[in-house]
C-alpha cells in the first residue's frame, strides 16, 4: 500500500515542498480531516496527558519519606529526610493511594515507548528526531522521560537511594513536553517550532562561547578567593560552586558578591569587571540579536509552518488511533456508480468582491477612453501652430486625467 502523498509533505526539509499545502484539492482534504476528527482528538490527548502529568506529580510530592537519624558529618549538611526502604513505603492507606498512581505513572512510561519505538524503526532515527515539523525534539523528550521513570522504579524496588535525580528530570521532561500539544492551536504552533529552532540553533552555538568564558572566568575567581575565609565570602569556597557561581553572575541572576565588613582582593575588581563587560554587555545582547533573527524568519513562514504542523498532527493520530474512530472521510463511489473507490468534492467559490473590482476597473477604463476621443477631436478641429497644439495637449492631457480621476473616485466612493 503506497502512502499518500499529502502524508509525505511534513517529512521534507525543503520549504517549497510545502507549497502544496496551498493547493485547493489537499487544503480542503486537510481542513476536512483536521476539523472533524483531528482536532477533537487532539485536544482529548493534550487533556489526558496533564491529567497524567498531574498524578505523576502528586505521586513525586507525596513520595515516601522519613526523618533522618545519623548525625551530621559536616556543618554544612542540611538534611532532614531521607529515602524509605521499599517494605516500608507501602504500609499506609495514603501508600496504597499513592501506588495506584504509581502504577498509572509507569503503565503510562511503557505505553510511551510502545507507541515511539515502532516509528523511530520504519522512519529512521535522523528524519525522526530531525524534523522540527514532525516534533523530533519532542519525540526525544517523550522518550527520555519514559526512562527516567523505568529508571526510578527500578531504584524505587532495589531500595536504591538517589531516586530524587531520575524522578527530577522526568518531572521537568514531561512538563516540558506540554508545549507539544500548542501545535494544535493556530496562535501557538508557530511558536513551539521558533522555540525548537532556538534551543537547537542559537542557544547551542551560543552555550560553546558561554562554557568558554564562564571556565574561564571561574577558573580565575577560586583562585583569587582562595586565600580567603569561605565564611565571609562563600560564593567560590569550592571549584564546583565557583562555576555555579560564575554561571549565575553571566545570566545576571545575582549581584556581584561583595562584603562591605572585609576587604576585597585587588584582583577580584580587575577580573570581574573584565568579566561584566564580556558576558553582560556583549554575549547576552548577541544571544538575543540572534533569537531576534531567528523570529523573524520563523514569523513569515507562520501560516504555512501551521499548516504543516496540522497535516503532521492528523497523520500522527491516524497513525495511533484505532481504525474504528477514525472513519473515511468523502464520498464513496459506489452511490455514483464510480466503484469502491471514495472522493472528495470540492467546492470552488466565487469572490464577489473580485468582480466588483473588476467592474471598477471598467468604469475607470471607459471614462479614460472617452475623454481621450473628445480630446482627440478638438484637437483635429484646432487649425494653430504646432506649438500651440502641444500646449493644448499638455492641458488637455491633465483635465482629462483631473476628470477621469475624479470620476472614478465617485465610483468607489458610492459604490462602497
Keep these: 500500500e503506497t502512502m499518500p502523498f499529502w502524508q509525505l509533505i511534513p517529512s521534507f526539509s525543503l520549504s517549497q515542498a510545502r507549497q502544496i499545502l496551498d493547493l485547493?484539492?489537499?487544503?480542503?482534504?486537510?481542513?476536512?480531516?483536521?476539523?472533524?476528527?483531528?482536532?477533537?482528538?487532539?485536544?482529548?490527548?493534550?487533556?489526558?496527558?496533564?491529567?497524567?502529568?498531574?498524578?505523576?506529580?502528586?505521586?513525586?510530592?507525596?513520595?515516601?519519606?522519613?526523618?533522618?537519624?545519623?548525625?551530621?558529618?559536616?556543618?554544612?549538611?542540611?538534611?532532614?529526610?531521607?529515602?524509605?526502604?521499599?517494605?516500608?513505603?507501602?504500609?499506609?492507606?495514603?501508600?496504597?493511594?499513592?501506588?495506584?498512581?504509581?502504577?498509572?505513572?509507569?503503565?503510562?512510561?511503557?505505553?510511551?515507548?510502545?507507541?515511539?519505538?515502532?516509528?523511530?524503526?520504519?522512519?529512521?532515527?535522523?528524519?525522526?528526531?530531525?524534523?522540527?515539523?514532525?516534533?523530533?525534539?519532542?519525540?526525544?523528550?517523550?522518550?527520555?522521560?519514559?526512562?527516567?521513570?523505568?529508571?526510578?522504579?527500578?531504584?524505587?524496588?532495589?531500595?536504591?537511594?538517589?531516586?530524587?535525580?531520575?524522578?527530577?528530570?522526568?518531572?521537568?521532561?514531561?512538563?516540558?513536553?506540554?508545549?507539544?500539544?500548542?501545535?494544535?492551536?493556530?496562535?501557538?504552533?508557530?511558536?513551539?517550532?521558533?522555540?525548537?529552532?532556538?534551543?537547537?540553533?542559537?542557544?547551542?552555538?551560543?552555550?560553546?562561547?558561554?562554557?568558554?568564558?564562564?571556565?574561564?572566568?571561574?577558573?580565575?575567581?577560586?583562585?583569587?578567593?582562595?586565600?580567603?575565609?569561605?565564611?565571609?565570602?562563600?560564593?567560590?569556597?569550592?571549584?564546583?560552586?565557583?562555576?555555579?557561581?560564575?554561571?549565575?553572575?553571566?545570566?545576571t541572576i545575582i549581584d556581584g558578591p561583595a562584603n562591605y565588613d572585609v576587604d576585597l582582593p585587588f584582583m577580584y575588581s580587575v577580573v570581574y569587571f573584565a568579566f561584566a563587560i564580556i558576558a553582560t554587555l556583549l554575549m547576552l545582547n548577541l544571544l538575543i540579536a540572534m533569537m531576534g533573527d531567528t523570529h523573524w524568519r520563523v514569523a513569515h513562514e507562520q501560516d504555512e509552518l501551521w499548516r504543516a504542523q496540522v497535516v503532521a498532527t492528523t497523520v500522527m493520530l491516524e497513525r495511533k488511533l484505532p481504525r474504528c474512530l477514525w472513519p473515511r472521510s468523502g464520498i464513496c463511489g459506489r452511490e455514483f456508480g464510480l466503484g469502491d473507490r471514495w472522493y472528495l468534492r470540492i467546492e470552488d467559490r466565487v469572490d464577489p468582491n473580485k468582480h466588483k473590482m473588476m467592474r471598477y476597473t471598467e468604469a475607470f477604463k471607459v471614462q479614460d477612453r472617452d475623454n481621450y476621443d473628445k480630446g482627440s477631436e478638438k484637437l483635429e478641429t484646432n487649425g494653430d501652430t504646432l506649438c500651440k497644439k502641444e500646449l493644448s495637449a499638455l492641458s488637455l492631457s491633465r483635465n482629462t486625467s483631473r476628470a477621469s480621476s475624479h470620476r472614478g473616485w465617485e465610483i468607489l466612493r458610492r459604490n462602497t
Design 24 to 251: 485547493t484539492p489537499v487544503k480542503e482534504l486537510v481542513s476536512l480531516k483536521w476539523n472533524m476528527y483531528g482536532r477533537p482528538y487532539f485536544c482529548f490527548l493534550a487533556l489526558f496527558y496533564i491529567l497524567y502529568m498531574v498524578c505523576f506529580t502528586m505521586c513525586c510530592v507525596y513520595r515516601p519519606l522519613k526523618p533522618r537519624t545519623g548525625n551530621r558529618t559536616s556543618s554544612r549538611d542540611n538534611t532532614v529526610y531521607v529515602q524509605k526502604m521499599l517494605q516500608e513505603s507501602y504500609v499506609t492507606y495514603e501508600d496504597e493511594l499513592r501506588l495506584v498512581g504509581e502504577l498509572i505513572t509507569v503503565i503510562g512510561a511503557v505505553v510511551i515507548l510502545v507507541l515511539e519505538i515502532p516509528d523511530i524503526l520504519r522512519v529512521g532515527a535522523a528524519k525522526y528526531f530531525g524534523q522540527t515539523i514532525l516534533g523530533g525534539p519532542f519525540h526525544i523528550i517523550v522518550i527520555t522521560y519514559a526512562c527516567m521513570i523505568l529508571v526510578t522504579m527500578v531504584m524505587r524496588l532495589t531500595s536504591t537511594t538517589g531516586e530524587v535525580v531520575p524522578m527530577s528530570f522526568a518531572l521537568v521532561l514531561g512538563w516540558c513536553n506540554v508545549m507539544y500539544f500548542a501545535r494544535g492551536f493556530q496562535m501557538l504552533g508557530p511558536f513551539t517550532i521558533m522555540i525548537q529552532k532556538m534551543i537547537f540553533g542559537d542557544l547551542m552555538r551560543f552555550c560553546w562561547l558561554m562554557a568558554v568564558v564562564i571556565l574561564g572566568f571561574a577558573s580565575a575567581f577560586y583562585i583569587i578567593f582562595q586565600t580567603e575565609n569561605p565564611e565571609n565570602l562563600g560564593q567560590f569556597y569550592n571549584y564546583p560552586m565557583s562555576l555555579f557561581t560564575t554561571f549565575e553572575l553571566f545570566l
